[in-house]
């Protein structure tokens, strides 16, 4: 049997990405799906690559942006319009910003990196929380990154989201537990999503695969990771396989967060 056989499972920022990558890998796992993300035409595009794959798959998508408290609250509207309840919550949406040292942080950017990577998830939250409740039964997944475990250099407001992010999804193990819900975070490092090639870009502009493959010296397995790798631990804590992990923030990096000293 699939492992989100039944399953009805919300996505943010699922038009790219570890969004899209999750998106594809739970409907060949047989869930029920709605895509939100700000961006109509990757929504579109997500679809046709699901239905690709899962033909039979119910999909639907929802434009929005996840800072918009009301965007939120119409999306978890549509979804129950349309499936009648909610079983998973993959919180993804998420920026990374500009890098800069902290002191000189546009401050315009460091409100909306807030406002998107932290606000974004808890409104998620706020309102899909108490229909799972109602069920006695949810799976939530935010993301953290590896900011939300360690600082990273010139993105302070990210690594505070993403920190902020950890911390909620133990508050919300700890609070809705005992209501057959779990909450989990994980910490991707380095993956090959358009949001990491961006800060190789800026990192350097000229050629950013010398960025990359710099990068990717420091990491054990000498290699940056793909999404689908991303996707399937995603998967897992979306399913019952996972019934009893909660309140963890879960690395997906190629262990270079345990690494002291050269590799």
Do not use: C, W
């Not at 119409?74 to 500009?98: C, D, Q, S």
């Not at 990154?145 to 193990?173: D, E, F, L, W």
């Not at 910490?187 to 190789?200: C, K, Q, R, S």
């Amino acid at each position: 049997m699939k492992k989100l056989a039944g399953k009805v499972v919300i996505i943010t920022g699922a038009g790219m990405g570890l969004g899209l990558a999750t998106a594809i890998e739970a409907a060949k796992e047989g869930a029920s799906l709605m895509l939100v993300d700000y961006n109509g035409e990757k929504l579109a595009e997500a679809i046709e690559a699901i239905k690709k794959v899962a033909t039979e798959v119910k999909v639907i998508s929802f434009v929005a942006d996840v800072s918009d408290e009301s965007k939120v609250k119409e999306y978890v509207a549509k979804t129950l319009e349309a499936f009648g309840t909610i079983h998973g919550f993959y919180n993804n949406a998420g920026i990374e910003g500009r890098q800069a040292p902290l002191d000189s942080y546009d401050l315009d950017v460091f409100k909306k990196v807030i406002d998107i990577n932290l606000m974004g998830v808890y409104y998620g939250l706020r309102y899909i929380l108490p229909i799972m409740q109602k069920n006695n039964y949810g799976r939530v997944v935010n993301v953290a990154s590896v900011g939300g475990i360690r600082g990273v250099m010139n993105q302070t407001p990210y690594v505070a989201s993403k920190h902020a992010v950890s911390g909620i999804t133990k508050n919300v193990a700890l609070e809705y537990g005992r209501y057959g819900i779990t909450a989990n975070a994980i910490a991707p490092g380095a993956i090959l999503t358009p949001m990491v090639a961006e800060a190789f870009r800026q990192i350097n502009p000229n050629d950013p695969k010398v960025a990359e493959t710099e990068y990717a010296k420091a990491n054990p397995t000498k290699r940056l990771g793909i999404p689908e790798e991303v996707a399937k631990v995603v998967v897992f804590l979306l399913s019952d396989d996972a019934s009893y992990v909660s309140g963890q923030t879960i690395a997906i990096d190629g262990g270079q967060s345990e690494v002291y000293g050269n590799v």
